[in-house]
């Protein structure tokens, strides 16, 4: 099955530029979904199809991806971002969805 | 405003079953694909199960095929999940998520606890 690998955190200063990788064989292409979870809550979708944002979500976030790496970028980084961000992709190999393992965030 | 609400979590002996529902408002649920996902205390998001708008389409994570059956009444703008054979590592907070139209989940509820322990 398909693997999503993910740093298990990664840590910015304030006003910095935090960027969360995510890799997969040929990543590239498939389309890449990020999420964001705060403590206790929903996961919240941050980026789709790899550097669309949904309606509301800042242009503080943005999304790239080619050949075997995709990534989340959170410029001008606030106290309030962080969280864990998750990647995703659909495999259509095996029809299924498949998350990474998560990113912590820590804004020091 | 999309909203999805969860219930049916709790408390379950192993071997036991359970049926989650989510009800879904804001939306024309009947045009939507959907899908089911799990998280673990302290861990990652684990993906369950997916269903196309008019169930013509269903899949599952290899970790519940067999066990789990999702299933939807679009009059009654819900969704289910069947659960049996619980087993220990099946206790999580279990999500309900709108598919976005690119696989992506775009809405989620708010989660049901469940609880797999004797």
């Known amino acids: 099955s398909y693997v999503l690998t993910q740093p298990p955190s990664v840590s910015v200063a304030p006003g910095q530029t935090a960027r969360i990788t995510c890799g997969g064989n040929?990543?590239?292409?498939?389309?890449v979904h990020w999420y964001q979870q705060k403590p206790g809550q929903a996961p919240v979708l941050v980026v789709y199809?790899?550097?669309d944002r949904p309606s509301g979500i800042p242009e503080r976030f943005s999304g790239s991806n080619s050949g075997n790496t995709a990534t989340l970028t959170i410029s001008r980084v606030e106290a309030g971002d962080e969280a864990d961000y998750y990647c995703?992709?659909?495999?259509?190999?095996?029809?299924?969805?498949?998350f990474g393992g998560g990113t912590k965030l820590t804004v020091l | 405003e999309v909203q999805l609400v969860e219930s049916g979590g709790g408390l379950v002996k192993p071997g036991g079953s359970l049926r989650l529902s989510c009800v879904a408002s804001?939306?024309?649920?009947?045009?939507?694909?959907m899908n089911w996902v799990r998280q673990a205390p302290g861990k990652g998001l684990e993906w369950v199960s997916f269903?196309?708008?008019?169930?013509?389409?269903?899949y599952y994570a290899d970790s519940v095929k067999g066990r789990f059956t999702i299933s939807r009444d679009n009059a009654k703008n819900s969704l289910y999940l069947q659960m049996s054979s619980l087993r220990a590592e099946d206790t999580a907070v279990y999500y309900c998520?709108?598919?976005?139209?690119?696989?992506?989940?775009?809405?989620w509820g708010q989660g049901a606890l469940v609880t797999v322990s004797s």
């Open positions: 998520a709108r598919d976005g139209g690119y696989y992506d989940l775009d809405y």
């Open positions: 804001g939306f024309t649920f009947s045009s939507y694909s």
């Open positions: 269903i196309s708008s008019t169930s013509s389409y269903i």
């Open positions: 040929n990543i590239g292409s498939k389309s």
């Open positions: 199809d790899d550097s």
């Open positions: 995703q992709v659909w495999d259509s190999s095996s029809d299924q969805v498949v």
